[in-house]
T-cell receptor
Framework: AQSVTQLDSQVPVFEEAPVELRCNYS??????LFWYVQYPNQGLQLLLK??????LVKGINGFEAEFNKSQTSFHLRKPSVHISDTAEYFC????????????FGQGTELSVKP | EAQVTQNPRYLITVTGKKLTVTCSQN?????MSWYRQDPGLGLRQIYY???????DKGDVPEGYKVSRKEKRNFPLILESPSPNQTSLYFC?????????????FGPGTRLTVL
């Protein structure tokens, strides 16, 4: 079975500071990796995904994530955050032979303060 | 505009009163899915559908039913709601049934069962 662990439930940070949201996964088979963002009172939207190839993936709004197979991690980073980045962030995996099912982590609330 | 819509957005009901949450997508997507989001648990898949008339259970299907009579619609039915079904529900769709596909989420339905 697969599982996803987001190591921080809440991350407070000041505006223009860098941020890293941590995600580790467990799986005995190959997976695809995703980060989704949920703004207040909205649905989830895709930030970025890793399917194959370069382990550094760039997404929307200046976010990027690095796939580390040996550490089974997929941490999300942004060098300088804005107030508008305040949201909940979800890491998720899907398994190549299990259709579109996403297995989500618990979520990380990013709170950007002025 | 390409989108996934859900209705209602908010619903308060009482135990045992049957209800339906509708989901519709205008992108001609094959794959549709329902998730529930609970604090500290992330999102968990309830049911999914690979195409018209093809549905299957996700990780938490107890107490729910679905149908897929048309490609665009995927309603979630609670025949006899109970308080433990109080949650935030999301419908999602993707173009194909592949695990690498991006899923597009609706805005969510917040359900309270008294």
């Amino acid at each position: 079975a697969q599982s996803v662990t987001q190591l921080d439930s809440q991350v407070p940070v000041f505006e223009e500071a860098p941020v890293e949201l941590r995600c580790n996964y467990s799986s005995s088979v190959s997976v695809y990796l995703f980060w989704y963002v949920q703004y207040p009172n909205q649905g989830l939207q895709l930030l970025l995904k890793y399917l194959s190839g370069s382990t550094l993936v760039k997404g929307i709004n200046g976010f990027e994530a690095e796939f580390n197979k040996s550490q089974t991690s997929f941490h999300l980073r942004k060098p300088s955050v804005h107030i508008s980045d305040t949201a909940e962030y979800f890491c998720a995996v899907s398994v190549w032979n299990q259709g579109g099912k996403l297995i989500f982590g618990q979520g990380t609330e990013l709170s950007v303060k002025p | 505009e390409a989108q996934v819509t859900q209705n209602p957005r908010y619903l308060i009901t009482v135990t045992g009163k049957k209800l339906t949450v509708t989901c519709s997508q205008n992108m001609n997507h094959e794959y549709m899915s329902w998730y529930r989001q609970d604090p500290g648990l992330g999102l968990r898949q309830i049911y999914y559908s690979m195409n018209v008339e093809v549905t299957d259970k996700g990780d938490v299907p107890e107490g729910y039913k679905v149908s897929r009579k048309e490609k665009r619609n995927f309603p979630l039915i609670l025949e006899s709601p109970s308080p433990n079904q109080t949650s935030l529900y999301f419908c999602a769709s993707s173009q194909r049934t592949g695990s690498a596909d991006t899923q597009y989420f609706g805005p969510g339905t917040r359900l309270t069962v008294l």
